[in-house]
């Protein structure tokens, strides 16, 4: 008998950042830290913003490039457009 | 053993509660809501572990292969639309080799929407993995019950145990329901070999490449053709310790051993099928019935077996395949296909949505036969 089971957990082995095209890339300087790309990121590769927090108490989000496929809903979502899509190059 | 003068919906979910199931997960659909209403007030008497009211069937399917994933003997019980509605979840539960039953009361499929009886509901899951046994009456329904909870577990596999609504689930009969402790004696506890633990984690149901895929559905596929000696098996196992069979287990020969017309069918109208044998034989007719008993996996060779040195065959089934040949008969022309005189094999689509077939019906249908032309027909 066949049974199709897996060892779990194995998705952290499959780095799907190399499926990126585009990158995301924050600036820093124009962040507000709302929060808005971590809470929409669909992987989630978004962390850190510490939404809990009051605006002033909080980091700036961090991005998982190893994981980020580019899709691009954190820079459509980001209220003030500090989030460039900026196309992977070698 | 206990004889009670008893629906059969009611009949066969004492039948269930006896085999001890750790989970039952249901939705109520008409006309199998009497098995589920049952199994829920046994939990509230605290007779069942563990009753899940889902919101929906395929709610009730994905919580069963959850249960039945982490190691516990699983139970469903509906009809018709429900059964549609659980699709995927059913392809899945095969897939994943889980050895739930589902209780089946057979109901058409809308449009129009109807609530009475054909087969057509279950025999659309006919190439799902699920073995699917048929019954004529409420007896045989009680009975398949703890059968179907040995089979599944005895070879990895779900089984559907299919009883027509109204006819069967509704009708008041005398009854022999085993009792907790006999079905203790037959059905062993539930161990599978593999199940969901945390302290061995494993991902269940599993994808697998286009290399392996294949793999799978072969091993399935093979797993099935073989399931039907344990079905065998273990009606034979039943038929000894209550004293109660059903032809082979996979099919019944009614008075057709020396029969020259012989009508193939299933379900609750093989009871007035076997009546208008009778009739027939009264004035002389050689004919008979084969009342097939296992839909999946066919029993080939034992309807050629039981077929071959007839002249006329007649299918009569409750479901179809629209614009195609019906089911039931596809299966019985290619049976009979490698018999050395092949007899002519017509096809009769009735029954559905609840059209009655009367005594009178099959009499008809037996005329018909007569003639001795390949028909084609819905009655």
Redesign the interface.
């Known amino acids: 008998m066949l049974l199709p089971i897996a060892k779990p957990g194995t998705s952290r082995e499959n780095k799907t950042g190399s499926w990126r095209s585009q990158r995301p890339e924050t600036d820093t300087k124009k962040c507000v830290k709302c929060g808005m790309c971590e809470l929409f990121c669909p992987e989630p590769c978004i962390t850190g913003v510490e939404m809990g927090k009051k605006p002033q108490e909080r980091s700036f989000p961090k991005t998982d490039y190893d994981y980020c496929k580019g899709c691009g809903v954190c820079a459509n979502v980001c209220p003030v457009k500090c989030i460039k899509m900026v196309p992977e190059e070698k | 053993m206990a004889r009670k003068t008893v629906e059969g919906s009611f009949a066969v979910a004492e039948a269930v509660k006896n085999c001890e199931p750790d989970v039952a997960a249901c939705y109520p659909i008409t006309p199998s809501t009497h098995v589920a209403e049952e199994l829920a007030s046994f939990y509230a008497n605290g007779e069942i572990k563990a009753y899940i009211a889902t919101e929906a069937e395929l709610s009730s399917m994905s919580a069963c292969i959850g249960a039945s994933a982490a190691g516990s003997r699983t139970v469903t019980v509906t009809s018709s639309q429900g059964m549609a509605l659980m699709h995927e979840a059913v392809y899945n539960a095969a897939?994943?080799?889980l050895p739930i039953v589902m209780i089946v009361g057979n109901r058409s499929l809308s449009a129009p929407l109807n609530i009475w009886n054909d087969w057509q509901d279950s025999v659309t899951e006919r190439d799902s993995g699920w073995i699917q046994i048929y019954c004529e009456n409420g007896q045989e329904a009680t009975d398949a019950v703890p059968q179907a909870f040995k089979i599944a577990e005895a070879v990895?596999l779900p089984v559907m145990v299919c009883f027509d609504g109204f006819y069967i689930t509704h009708a008041v009969e005398p009854i022999d329901v085993p009792s907790l402790e006999e079905v203790k004696k037959f059905l062993p506890p539930f161990r599978p070999a593999?199940k969901l633990d945390p302290k061995n984690?494993?991902?269940?149901?599993?994808?697998?490449f286009p290399a392996h895929y294949q793999?799978?559905r072969d091993?399935?596929q093979k797993?099935m053709v073989a399931s039907e000696k344990k079905v065998k098996e273990i009606h034979d196992e039943y038929a000894k310790m209550f004293g109660r069979s059903y032809g082979s287990g996979v099919l019944e020969e009614y008075r057709s051993q020396d029969a020259e017309s012989v009508l193939v069918s299933m379900g609750s109208v093989c009871g007035n099928a076997k009546e208008a044998v009778d009739q027939l034989r009264a004035k002389g007719e050689k004919v008979g019935l084969v009342r097939l008993r296992l839909l999946r996996p066919f029993p080939y060779a034992a309807v050629a077996k039981a077929l071959e040195g007839k002249k006329i065959v007649g299918v009569f089934e409750k479901s179809y395949s629209l614009g195609a040949l019906p089911p039931l008969y596809g299966e019985v022309l290619a049976a009979a296909a490698d018999l050395k005189s092949r007899p002519v094999i017509s096809s009769f689509v009735g029954g559905l949505g609840g059209k009655d077939v009367t005594v009178g019906n099959v009499l008809e249908l037996y005329g018909k036969m007569k003639q001795g032309k390949k028909l084609v027909e819905w009655v």
């Open positions: 897939g994943m080799r990895s593999v984690p494993m991902s269940m149901g599993e994808y697998a793999l799978f091993d399935l797993d």
